[in-house]
């Protein structure tokens, strides 16, 4: 079906799209121009017409980008939240429409009303651009990223949506991206192109502005690229990352929704580990001047090499926590699992099965590509430089913990509390903040004891190694010993839970 015949498209369109409101909403934004217009050449000092029509033309296409924005994020960030909370979702999960067509009319027709408000402006700005002095193509590829960009975070507000339920969705969806925004700060580390996050690097560096920003050099691979290809190919890769989610659970309730299976979840780590080595600029890399057991602290803007493999270590334990929690198993489906895996018919490897086995693999994975990234830069960078072996160790003190937590999250995920995940998280969220409290305090009276408490209770310490001689090393061991029993404790725990007999009603007798 071709998307402009997409039912739910249409719909949208003959609802948003009315003569009156049309006509309404186009003699608004031409007023908004010609209010733009007046403003610009009042605040012209040399009388130049080609200053005028430059300031026009930045103002007009910074409104064009902020309205679209924020009006695709706001229109689609309750579009699935407020259609279940009408009762009327449930029309749209029985008709002939599969889920990649709804997605696609739900993408495309909730924020077409913005997309036309705007559109109407695009023609008086690129006119007054190309009388200010701006090239055909950088006004051209300005209004490709305006369009990537409106995609990108609408298909994000509406897989924001496709979770939350009330009023509150639209807020959760404004959290999600607004900080995309805040990205373009990391143009200026040895990871430039994820700056390219944002789109303000892109557009500076389009327009040529008289910033440190845009005298950067974005890497891919090692190879130098501009800040709008990067751009262009994140929105891509990520929007469809989310599209994926949305098509397996589009047609699900809230209970049911599982944003990916064990396999793509690897997948998608792998997809992150890739981007964060891809985007890492060799050149910034800098070496320590003699070989010394101390933490070297290069110059700014560098990076040494074991700090790129702590990196990648804190990188992974956030993406093993966003895998961990997208892969938690529903209360009912995970104790039909354990009835099927006593009875031997299912592993543990079951795709409905508990998430923790499969955060073995995701790390696996992530070492693999740290030690592939080390050996392609042997040449440069000698592989002692990694301290790959300190790597290992913070990696493995990562998955531990982060196993733990996520046990903990799926056994209160069999409790009868409302919103187990949400409370499981926030039960976490105080124990740490305790532990930080109890480890301030103990530090007042001895270092070395807040040095071991904080490496039994969480770890942050084995980020923080100064040298092999280390006070904290005893914590860390310390630390993995108790938090393996822990894990067993859990898996005992949750093994109880699920042996439980199902609570049959008795029947009356009458």
């Known amino acids: 079906m071709p998307f402009w015949k997409n039912s739910e498209l249409v719909r949208y369109a003959r609802a948003e799209l009315r003569p009156a409101r049309a006509m309404t909403s186009a003699m608004l934004a031409l007023v908004i121009c010609t209010l733009v217009g007046l403003s610009s050449w009042a605040a012209m000092e040399q009388g130049h017409p080609k200053d005028f029509f430059q300031?026009?033309?930045?103002?007009?296409?910074?409104?064009q980008f902020v309205v679209l924005t924020f009006w695709c994020v706001s229109s689609c960030g309750h579009a699935i939240s407020r259609e279940r909370e009408l009762k009327t979702y449930d029309f749209l999960?029985?008709?002939r429409l599969t889920p990649s067509e709804l997605m696609l009319g739900k993408l495309l027709g909730v924020p077409i009303l913005a997309y036309f408000t705007v559109g109407?402006?695009?023609?008086?700005?690129i006119v007054v651009g190309l009388m200010g002095g701006y090239s055909v193509n950088t006004i051209f590829w300005t209004y490709v990223l305006l369009g990537a960009l409106a995609l990108f975070v609408s298909i994000v507000a509406l897989w924001?949506?496709?979770q939350v339920e009330g009023t509150s969705a639209r807020s959760v969806s404004l959290l999600i991206v607004v900080p995309i925004a805040l990205f373009f700060g990391f143009a200026e580390t040895p990871f430039p192109g994820v700056g390219a996050i944002s789109i303000f690097p892109a557009l500076i560096s389009l327009h040529k502005a008289n910033t440190d920003i845009a005298r950067v050099v974005p890497t891919l691979f090692g190879a130098p690229v501009s800040f709008t290809l990067i751009t262009l190919?994140?929105?891509a890769s990520l929007g469809a990352w989310f599209a994926l989610m949305l098509i397996r659970n589009l047609k699900k309730e809230i209970d049911e929704i599982r944003l990916l299976t064990r396999w793509q979840a690897i997948g998608f780590a792998a997809f992150l580990n890739i981007l964060f080595f891809a985007f890492l600029n060799p050149q910034l890399i800098?070496?320590?001047?003699?070989a010394s057991p101390f933490r070297y602290y290069p110059r700014p803007n560098t990076i040494a090499p074991q700090d790129v493999a702590s990196f990648a270590v804190g990188l992974n334990a956030l993406i093993l926590i966003v895998i961990g929690l997208a892969l938690l198993a529903p209360h009912e489906k995970l104790k039909v699992w354990w009835r099927k895996h006593a009875a031997g018919e299912v592993s543990y490897f079951s795709p409905s099965g508990p998430p923790w086995p499969w955060l073995i693999p995701a790390a696996m994975i992530a070492f693999a590509m740290l030690v592939a990234e080390a050996l392609g830069l042997e040449r440069s960078i000698p592989l002692s430089q990694w301290r790959l072996g300190t790597a290992a160790l913070q990696l493995l003190v990562a998955l531990v913990f982060v196993t733990r937590d996520i046990l903990f999250i799926q056994w209160a995920n069999l409790t009868r509390m409302k919103r187990p995940v949400f409370k499981g998280i926030l039960y976490l969220w105080l124990y740490?903040?305790?532990a930080g409290i109890l480890v301030g305090v103990f530090s007042v009276a001895s270092t070395i004891q807040s040095r071991f408490l904080l490496g039994v209770l969480t770890p942050f310490s084995v980020f923080i190694?100064?040298?092999?001689?280390?006070?904290?090393?005893?914590?860390?061991?310390?630390?993995?010993f108790l938090q393996l029993a822990l894990i067993v404790l859990l898996l005992r725990v949750l093994s109880v839970r699920l042996s439980r007999p199902a609570i049959v009603p008795a029947l009356s007798e009458g």
């Open 233 to 235: 190919v994140l929105y």
């Open 93 to 95: 999960k029985t008709t």
């Open 120 to 125: 109407c402006t695009v023609p008086v700005s």
């Open 55 to 63: 300031t026009f033309y930045l103002w007009m296409m910074g409104m």
């Open 286 to 290: 800098q070496l320590p001047p003699a």
């Open 160 to 162: 924001a949506s496709m």
């Open 432 to 434: 740490y903040t305790a």
């Open 465 to 480: 190694l100064d040298n092999p001689s280390s006070t904290l090393w005893p914590g860390i061991y310390v630390g993995l």
